[in-house]
């Protein structure tokens, strides 16, 4: 028997059900795109881009939704480089200031706490590219939907925030390099023009495919790597030492600062976002939950490699300042300005002098990293705001957001090397600010079964998450309290300043006040969608 309705309750059902194919068209991944201009202008990976996955072995056997094929070295070979790439993150140059400050000031005291900041800073990582590869969306495009505007726009502000920040460090970080081998010749602006022209280089690497990518960053991090292994064999740090820094927790109040940089320098807030992203240039159905599983399973893994290959580079660098600084006059002194000069006094030359060492490894780092900024620079702003830009225009706008204030800054802050110096120590301080507003909506979605269906993480991944970000920002009420303490004088300024702490913790409780609840429309017609496929 047919069931009687109104004309006008038949409208509201039109409405609803055009609305709902509205949302459900907005919100397809980018391989069901179609080939028109504009649809490929807003994916971040074109079809063509994505690398298929296959099954080597036995193509036919493991096509069902459930089941997981086995291992394959050949398929991690095919799953590896969005890992790679996001580890560049924990070896700018803002890290290794981190690191030769640590050294210098702490010795081995805080080789614990990097070790362990490279164990949470995985953990994070894991959960972003568990969004990226359960849901086939990145985690700017889903705080786009989850949130409000003004709340978007606050979360879009502080990422680029925190994306300025670092590439100031990371193009400064390039210029010193640049300096340091062209023995002067070439100021810290230019090398700061140079470093700018990476936008470029990075274009024309992406115009020959993902893997191409993906293997001129294998050089840079193996350049780092190569460079940062024979200071370390150079200079013969303590073994023992070494070992007892690792496995024995010790902090004073003489290296608080110090080790809020480690924490703050290895967990990046845009890293957290890129490597969503970056997931997805490998083709997974998400209806599949044996490839979703197993494509979560490779990246584990070689996420765990890039992250073991990144904790042993910023170990070298610390033990390296550790042996040489730790104790001395310098130590209070040394940074990424004058370290190359500090060690080519100390240790001079050998085969070749320690100080060019220094500077190819620091001009890998600070490469690598600015142009890995300005790729999650572009699914930052394109997912926030959804921009529908060609790739080139949309990097070049990315990259212009950051290179100003860079220029600026290395003009101004170019008067003596303890400006910088000081310069470098407060961006890591901001960073490490930034890191809730990037944190608090990653464990939100992740936690929702809305979102994340059969993929959301359980209740111990969950609370041992969320006790890293709290963590984290008992780390930064520190750092507020201790500027309050140093920094504030005058009524105006602290009237200023208690304002703006005000709202920074405000902002994080409205962030954590919605972690519990989710109403997403897109959301529940996402799964209707995922349901009725799977059933048919």
């Known amino acids: 028997m047919m069931s009687s309705s109104s004309p006008e309750e038949d409208s509201k059902e039109d409405d609803k059900n055009e609305e709902a194919n509205r949302l459900l068209a907005s919100q397809s991944t980018p391989s069901t795109y179609s080939s028109s201009d504009s649809d490929s202008e807003e994916a971040e990976f074109e079809a063509r881009e994505k690398i298929l996955i296959v099954d080597v072995d036995s193509p036919d056997s493991f096509d069902s939704i459930d089941s997981v094929p086995p291992f394959s070295w050949k398929k991690l070979w095919l799953f590896t480089g969005p890992g790679f790439l996001m580890s560049i993150a924990f070896l700018d140059p803002g890290n290794l200031e981190g690191d030769l400050q640590a050294g210098a000031i702490a010795g081995y005291s805080l080789l614990w706490l990097l070790l362990l900041a490279t164990v949470m800073g995985l953990l994070i990582q894991l959960l972003s590219a568990r969004v990226g590869v359960a849901t086939g969306r990145h985690l700017a495009e889903l705080c786009r939907e989850e949130y409000p505007n003004w709340a978007r726009l606050v979360l879009w502000f502080m990422a680029e925030l925190a994306l300025i920040g670092a590439d100031i460090q990371e193009v400064i970080g390039s210029a010193i390099a640049i300096q340091i081998l062209s023995n002067g010749v070439l100021p810290l602006w230019a090398g700061v023009v140079i470093t700018a022209s990476d936008c470029f280089i990075f274009l024309f690497l992406e115009n020959y495919g993902v893997r191409k990518l993906e293997a001129a960053f294998a050089v840079l991090i193996a350049t780092m790597a190569l460079s940062f292994a024979w200071m370390f064999g150079d200079t013969k740090p303590s073994g023992k030492e070494l070992l007892m820094g690792i ?113 190819i490894g ?39 957001f950051a290179i100003v204030p860079t220029m600026i800054v290395a003009l101004v802050f170019n008067t003596s090397e303890a400006s910088l110096d000081v310069l470098n120590e407060w961006l890591n301080v901001l960073l490490s600010m930034q890191i809730p507003f990037a944190l608090i909506p990653l464990l939100t979605l992740v936690s929702k079964e809305q979102v994340m269906g059969d993929f959301r993480i359980g209740p111990v991944t969950e609370k041992l998450a969320w006790t890293v970000a709290a963590l984290v920002m008992v780390i930064n009420g520190y750092l507020l309290l201790d500027f309050f303490i140093s920094e504030v004088k005058g009524l105006f300024f602290g009237f200023v300043v208690f304002t703006g702490t005000s709202a920074y913790a405000a902002f994080i409780i409205y962030l954590i006040s919605r972690s519990g609840s989710l109403d997403s429309t897109w959301i529940s017609l996402e799964l209707s969608r995922r349901f009725a496929y799977t059933e048919n």
């Not at 490839?291 to 992250?307: G, K, P």
């Not at 780092?365 to 999650?376: D, E, K, L, N, V």
Request: charged residues 10%.
């Open 362 to 400: 620091l001009l890998a780092a600070g490469q690598s990293s600015t142009i890995t900024g300005t790729y999650a620079g572009q699914f930052i702003m394109g997912g926030f705001l959804n921009l529908r830009l060609k790739k080139w225009l949309r990097a070049l706008i990315t990259r212009s």
């Open 247 to 359: 496995l024995i927790p010790r902090l004073s109040s003489k290296t608080i600062r110090q080790a809020v940089g480690v924490v703050g320098c290895v967990i990046m807030p845009h890293n957290v976002f890129l490597h969503s992203a970056l997931v997805q240039s490998r083709k997974t159905d998400p209806q599949k939950k044996g490839r979703v599983q197993e494509a979560l399973n490779y990246y584990t893994i070689e996420s765990s490699i890039a992250l073991s290959v990144t904790f042993m580079i910023n170990l070298f660098v610390t033990t390296v300042f550790a042996k040489g600084f730790y104790g001395t006059q310098q130590a209070n002194s040394i940074g990424l300005v004058n370290a190359g000069q500090y060690l080519q006094e100390k240790y001079g030359g050998g085969l070749l002098p320690i100080l060019y060492i220094w500077g």
